[in-house]
């Protein structure tokens, strides 16, 4: 039996909000899901296009007090378990740790499984809570009914610095979380865990200060375009070239993910990462 997926990260805001934001239906509709109905301790339950295989609430609230909860979630057949904690810390921040069962990073790979999509989907999922609790915008959620894959947020900084942090390496990889090498020119690798990754993207299109094309292979070409007025980006991304019939949603879910914190390292003055790793 595999390993849970375990995620942890912080949100600067007390307990008490970040609980209420999760268990409240008009937040959790603000947030998270398309339709949400909760009754604690007995209903627990999210469905429609934001939420995979969201036709009908696929849930079955096991266990919940004022800092956690847990739901029984069918998906593709199979009843997983989601688990997510709260702990308070000093200063009034709230550290989130959610567990998902029946995670296999092979279903991400080959597709087999809509449960390929659970790392990403609640990475996102968790971004969007935290700004939601923080008092920001949200950065989208995705229609998983849908094969149109694109979006556009704005950005308060200015196109060349956004821009800039697209292309270098060193500021990638500090805002996404894990190392990315850059070769910034047509023809050159953007290769996810750096440059010894053999199957490193290849840049098919760069525009400098303005647009940059990565094919990713069978995954189709990732496409982003900065624009500037009156110092605020308007960042469109979108994907295009890739199978209709099987949309590439885990990793386009996790490029979503990524412009959230995309953002945040743009707009924070003291920005630092959500995402706690090594941390025990």
Not at 45 to 63: I, V
Not at 130 to 150: F, P, Q
Request: with cysteine.
């Amino acid at each position: 039996m595999s390993e849970p997926l375990i995620m942890r990260a912080r949100v600067q805001a007390p307990l008490k909000e970040v609980f209420q934001a999760l268990t409240e239906p008009a937040a959790l509709r603000a947030w998270f899901a398309e339709y949400a109905e909760v009754e604690l301790p007995g209903r627990f339950e999210f469905w429609g296009r934001y939420t995979l295989e969201g036709d009908a609430p696929h849930q079955r609230l096991l266990h919940a007090d004022d800092r956690s909860l847990s739901f029984a979630w069918l998906l593709d057949g199979v009843e997983t378990t989601t688990e997510i904690g709260l702990d308070e810390e000093a200063g009034g921040a709230t550290v989130i740790t959610l567990s998902q069962s029946h995670f296999d990073f092979n279903d991400v790979i080959t597709g087999a499984s809509i449960r390929g999509v659970l790392q990403t989907f609640w990475s996102l999922a968790i971004a969007n809570l935290i700004d939601h609790v923080e008092g920001r915008e949200i950065t989208g959620r995705i229609d998983y009914t849908s094969a149109d894959l694109g979006g556009e947020v704005s950005i308060a900084a200015p196109a060349g610095e956004v821009f800039d942090s697209l292309i270098d390496g060193e500021k990638v990889s500090r805002w996404f979380g894990y190392p990315i090498a850059i070769e910034p020119y047509v023809g050159g690798r953007y290769a996810v865990g750096g440059f010894d990754n053999p199957h490193a993207a290849k840049i098919v299109e760069l525009e400098p200060g303005h647009r940059i094309s990565i094919d990713w292979g069978p995954g189709g070409t990732t496409v982003w375009e900065v624009a500037e007025t009156g110092g605020v980006t308007r960042f469109t991304f979108r994907q295009r070239e890739f199978d209709a019939a099987r949309p590439p949603y885990a990793s386009w879910t996790g490029s979503v993910c990524g412009v959230a914190e995309l953002r945040r390292y743009h707009e924070l003055a003291d920005w630092q990462p959500i995402w706690i790793h090594d941390e025990h």
